[in-house]
């Protein structure tokens, strides 16, 4: 997850944040998707980790990322059927909450 909030911040480095869109990482494939149009709202975690998760092949795993405020995202992590979630500082090498 940590791999995954580096290169998010990178993106957002050079991109900026206030137009960043939900990501989703697929390891096994090393695909990356972006989910386009949609409306920053208080769904967008459930909209991105559902859109996310209809992509999969079989029991893979897959990391989601998406923005939480002007200052924060979080990424849902899920594999072998568990999921765990962290949100980081987009300016932060480390994760405010596990």
Do not use: N
């Amino acid at each position: 997850m940590d791999a995954f909030a580096g290169m998010t911040r990178r993106v957002i480095a050079s991109d900026g944040f206030d137009a960043y869109l939900p990501t989703a990482c697929y390891p096994e494939r090393r695909e990356l998707r972006v989910l386009e149009d949609v409306p920053f709202t208080e769904q967008l975690g459930a909209i991105a980790l559902e859109w996310a998760l209809s992509h999969l092949e079989d029991d893979e795993e897959v990391l989601v990322a998406f923005k939480l405020d002007a200052a924060h995202f979080k990424i849902i992590r899920r594999a072998e059927g568990h999921a765990e979630e962290r949100i980081y500082s987009i300016s932060d090498d480390a994760p405010l909450l596990s």
